[in-house]
């Protein structure tokens, strides 16, 4: 029996070697940039920037593949703090029609439990199992309606968030300073 303990206890520390060893050998630095870009976007990972959730889409703005105009759940604020993140001149929102902070609710008695909608949500804030209702975990819902599109029976409905001082987003990250104001840096 202690043969065994003192076989696993070493196998255990030769791997916990290799794997530290090969962490520090094949390190791969991240983009600060793309961070600081990711941490601009509001999260929702709906896609609707054409890419299939917010960091791929901050590491192509942060690699100047992608334009800073692309994020719909962010708007026009988005849009602003990643152009003087990055320097960049404001452009026009296009196509990107803004819409209010929302919400999925679901009709307890359309629900049939098929998990459409639970295969459809990036974030997982919809909880249930088949043939049974299915809940939205309102948290974690971040009003991307990619759960309206699958549901065959359209009892996911969209429901508007009203602005209150605890939800309204700065469009500034907390851990980053503001630049002072043109005007005020020769001073």
């Known amino acids: 029996m202690l043969i065994s303990i003192l076989a696993m206890a070493a196998l255990a520390a030769v791997f916990g070697l290799l794997l530290g060893y090969s962490a520090m050998r094949f390190h791969i630095e991240g983009d600060p940039i793309a961070d600081q870009v990711d941490a601009l976007l509001p999260q929702s990972q709906c896609g609707q920037c054409g890419y299939p959730g917010c960091r791929p889409y901050a590491e192509a703005v942060a690699g100047g593949e992608a334009e800073i105009n692309q994020c719909a759940p962010g708007g026009e604020a988005t849009m602003l703090a990643l152009a003087d993140l990055l320097g960049r001149e404001p452009v026009e929102l296009g196509d990107i029609v803004e819409k209010p902070k929302a919400i999925a609710v679901i009709d307890e008695q359309a629900c049939i439990g098929c998990t459409k909608c639970l295969q459809a949500c990036p974030v997982d804030a919809i909880v249930g199992a088949a043939k049974q209702l299915h809940g939205i975990i309102a948290g974690e819902c971040t009003g991307c309606e990619l759960c ?40």
């Not at 969209?158 to 700065?170: A, L, S, Y």
């Open 148 to 187: 309206t599109a699958p549901c065959p029976v359209d009892c996911i409905h969209m429901v508007p968030v009203p602005e209150t001082i605890g939800n309204w987003k700065w469009p500034y990250p907390a851990n980053q300073p503001l630049a002072a104001p043109e005007h005020l840096k020769a001073a």
